[in-house]
């Protein structure tokens, strides 16, 4: 089985600060992780994903995340923050190679960025 | 290119009355089909999943049932809506193995039960 934990349901930043972004996985076989972005009323938009290559994977508009399967972690960072960053983050798991393959969801990070 | 459909975009709907949301992809063939629903403030919870033509798996018993009649339809039905079945509806499909392995959704239904 598989879970995800995001610590932290509301982080608010200052424009032009570093973005962190927690992200913890249970699962028990290798997995794959995704960060997914969400604005208003939209669906998810896939910031990057990690699928057992480099464990240092970027994505769009200036994230990144490092997977760290000693901590078993995902966290997301932006070096610095913009206001269209503003919105709700998803970190989200699946086994890699067994055959269920639904994505398992963190309850989510709503990001504020303060001008 | 792949392309995802999902409708419609909002839906206000009576209690006790039916319900239909429809998903179609293109551009691909034999994908995972996923229902979700995000109720207000929560995260995403994955109602059904479908591997294949009249292959349905459901995750949480509910009101809710699925059907997949085509390969490339994916339809989320109830007979008889309840207030609790108020959210955001999420359609998604997947791509698995390969460079482009992933997950794709749709923009969503909002769903108001009153």
């Known amino acids: 089985a598989q879970s995800v934990t995001q610590l932290g349901s509301h982080v608010s930043v200052s424009e032009g600060a570093l973005v962190l972004l927690r992200c913890n996985y249970s699962?028990?076989?290798?997995?794959?992780l995704f960060w997914y972005v969400q604005y208003p009323n939209q669906g998810l938009q896939l910031l990057l994903k990690?699928?057992?290559?480099?464990?240092l994977v970027k994505g769009i508009n200036g994230f990144e995340a490092e997977f760290k399967k000693s901590e078993t972690s995902f966290h997301l960072t932006k070096p610095s923050a913009h206001m269209r960053d503003a919105a709700e983050y998803f970190c989200?798991?699946?086994?890699?190679?067994?055959?269920?393959?639904?994505?398992?969801f963190g309850s989510g990070t709503r990001l504020q960025v303060q001008p | 290119s792949q392309t995802i459909h999902q409708w419609p975009a909002t839906l206000v709907q009576p209690v006790g009355s039916p319900l239909s949301l429809e998903c179609t992809v293109e551009g691909t063939s034999n994908p995972n089909l996923y229902w979700y629903r995000q109720a207000a403030g929560r995260g995403l919870q994955l109602l059904f999943y479908s591997v294949g033509i009249g292959q349905i798996s459901s995750e949480v018993p509910q009101n809710l049932s699925a059907s997949r009649p085509q390969d490339r339809q994916f339809i989320l039905s109830s007979k008889k809506l309840l207030l609790s079945d108020s959210g955001f509806y999420l359609c998604?499909?997947?791509?698995?193995?390969?460079?482009?392995?992933?997950?794709?959704f749709g923009s969503g239904t909002r769903l108001t039960v009153v």
């Open positions: 989200a798991v699946t086994p890699g190679d067994t055959g269920r393959r639904a994505l398992t």
């Open positions: 998604a499909w997947s791509v698995l193995g390969g460079v482009n392995y992933g997950y794709t």
């Open positions: 990690y699928t057992s290559a480099a464990t």
């Open positions: 699962s028990s076989v290798p997995p794959y």
